[in-house]
Nanobody, 125 residues
C-alpha cells in the first residue's frame, strides 16, 4: 500500500519561506501524478501544485511564481519550495498521488486516491 508522509511545515512571517517534503513508500508503479493540496479551516481542499511523470508542473494561479514543486530522481520524494508566503497560504498542506489522473483535471482533489496526513503551514502578517 502506498504511504505518504509530509514534513517541513511551520510558522513564518509574511514574505518568508518554507520547504515541504513528502516521502513516498510502498508500490508506486503507474503513479503518474504527484501533488500538493491545501485546506484551511472551513474551506474546501484545493490543488496547489502537481507534477507528472515527465516532470512537468502545474500550479494554481494563486501560487504561480511563489511556489515550486519538484521530485527526486526516484520519484519517492516530493518537495514544495514556498517563497514570498502570504497569510492566505495558511492551511494544512497534503501530498497526494494517483495513477489515473485526467490531465485536464490534474489539480482537482477528487482525482487523487492516496493522501498523506498533512503538515501545517501558518503565515502571520
Amino acid at each position: 500500500q502506498v504511504q505518504l508522509v509530509e514534513s517541513g511545515g511551520g510558522s513564518v512571517q509574511a514574505g518568508g519561506s518554507l520547504n515541504l517534503s513528502c516521502v513516498v513508500s510502498g508500490h508506486t508503479d503507474s503513479m503518474h501524478y504527484m501533488g500538493w493540496f491545501r485546506q484551511a479551516p472551513g474551506k474546501e481542499r484545493e490543488g496547489v501544485a502537481v507534477i507528472d511523470s515527465d516532470g512537468t508542473p502545474s500550479y494554481a494561479d494563486s501560487v504561480k511564481g511563489r511556489l515550486t514543486i519538484s521530485q527526486d530522481n526516484t520519484k519517492n520524494i516530493l518537495s514544495l519550495q514556498m517563497n514570498s508566503l502570504k497569510p492566505e497560504d495558511t492551511a494544512t498542506y497534503y501530498c497526494a498521488l494517483d495513477n489515473s489522473v485526467r490531465p485536464l483535471y490534474r489539480l482537482a482533489v477528487d482525482e487523487y486516491a492516496y493522501w498523506g496526513k498533512g503538515t501545517q503551514v501558518t503565515v502571520s502578517s
